[in-house]
């Protein structure tokens, strides 16, 4: 079992725990959707690290002035969303260093034009809402960084409009920076980029395969319209969580196969100094529409079909194109979006080494959906 698995399991035994106890102690049930004791550790050492860096690197840059904090309170709420939730919306680049910016600008215009110290605080935080939306940014801890003008404004204002550049700005750049070092190494994308929409590979009117028989972007807006709320995630990953669990629920209703259990072993396969004619030959004779090119000990070097061999090549090696493959052990089922996007026929089955062990075409791949699990049930009984 390795350090993911054990964490994992660690974290769902403490959650079924604390659901298992009375009611107060709920509480302290996890409510982000998909977080693992393993997430919340790294959120926790980029923090330490991130901060520690970021004083550091401040108070090298700018000294030990009494007016010149190091660093800035927004700075540590940011740091739990770029450590914790590296995926929301609200935790991108432009949105930290944006936010905190504009907010802090916002502030100190409040602070100059306003003196109620009440009145101030909370129009500095509406027109910072305000204009971080405009600007495309909004960011919780900007209203932090807002208030801190205002409350501050004595001191603040003897750094006058630096203040939202150093240490402000200067502060969630230097964040930012370590906090993409960081995710590299995390396993986190950072900046996150959420998936394009499902589309049409073949140049028509047509929508893509994927939003024929499922549900549509027009679809998911008109849902988020109904429920009338605002969600802290990206539509695009909406719409790749929503279509993931279309996929989990197919496979648990016909009895999630692996790609071994349907795949076809007896692989046709063409060598890369393999002749284009000889390759399209194999293609007809065999009746299908993509041919794994492999090496002498059967490694898997590419792909070729029908498209590849109309150009002209000299040889397979020069008209390939890079193969789609997948895992023995992975459900079957989660090749439904390559196999669907228009442009692949079939996936490649492989070992670790990268050795050719079978294919899952989309023939394969229907049959499966088309299988009665009942009726399989009913010829092992007989």
């Known amino acids: 079992m390795g350090w993911n698995d054990l964490t994992v399991n660690s974290w769902n035994a ?19 959707a998909g977080a693992t004791l393993r997430d919340r550790l790294i959120a926790c050492l980029g923090a330490v690290l991130s901060i520690g860096l970021t004083g550091a690197l401040s108070g ?9 904090p190091l660093l800035v309170a927004p700075v540590g709420a940011s740091a739990v969303l770029l450590f914790a939730v590296p995926a929301s919306p609200l935790a991108q680049p432009w949105p930290i260093i944006g ?53 501050a404004w004595p001191s ?44 049409n590979a073949h140049g028509t009117r047509d929508a893509a395969p994927a939003e024929r028989t499922g549900f549509t972007a027009q679809d998911l807006d008109a ?41 076809s072993r007896d692989v046709i396969a063409v060598g890369p100094d393999a002749d284009l004619p000889g390759a399209q030959a194999l293609l007809l004779r065999h009746g299908v529409r993509t041919l794994p ?44 979006e390559r196999l669907t996007d228009g442009a692949a026929h079939a996936v490649v089955v492989v070992d670790e080494a990268g050795r050719v062990l079978g294919m899952v075409t989309q023939t394969d791949l229907l049959a499966t959906f088309c299988r009665s699990p009942r009726a399989g049930l009913d010829r092992d009984a007989a």
Not at 163 to 178: A, D, I, Q, R, T
Not at 249 to 258: E, I, N, T, V, W
């Open 60 to 68: 090298l840059a700018f000294g030990q002035n009494p007016h010149l």
């Open 223 to 263: 849902a988020l319209g109904d429920l009338g709320e605002t969600f802290d995630i990206d539509p695009g990953d909406l719409d790749q969580l929503l279509r993931q669990v279309e996929l989990r629920a197919a496979a648990r209703a016909h009895g999630d196969p692996s790609c071994a259990d349907i795949m």
């Open 156 to 199: 603040i204002a003897a750094a006058g409009f630096m203040f939202p550049l150093v240490p402000v700005g200067v502060n969630s750049l230097v964040l930012v920076v370590l906090g993409w070092a960081f995710h590299r190494f995390s396993r986190h994308s950072y900046p996150h980029v959420a998936p394009a929409p499902p589309r």
């Open 293 to 336: 090119v492999v090496d002498d000990a059967g490694a898997l070097l590419g792909t070729v079909g029908l498209r590849e061999l109309a150009a002209p090549a000299a040889a397979v090696r020069a008209a390939m194109a890079p193969a789609c493959t997948a895992q023995a052990h992975q459900p079957a089922f989660s090749l439904v």
């Open 14 to 32: 403490l959650r079924r725990a604390l659901k298992a106890a009375p009611g107060r102690f709920n509480l302290f049930s996890p409510i982000l």
């Open 99 to 151: 936010g905190n910016v504009i907010s802090a600008v916002v502030g100190i215009l409040v602070g100059w034009l306003v003196r109620d110290p009440m009145i101030a605080s909370g129009l500095a935080v509406a027109v910072a809402i305000a204009a971080m939306s405009l600007a495309r940014c909004l960011h919780p801890p900007g209203g932090a960084a807002a208030l801190t003008a205002v409350l």
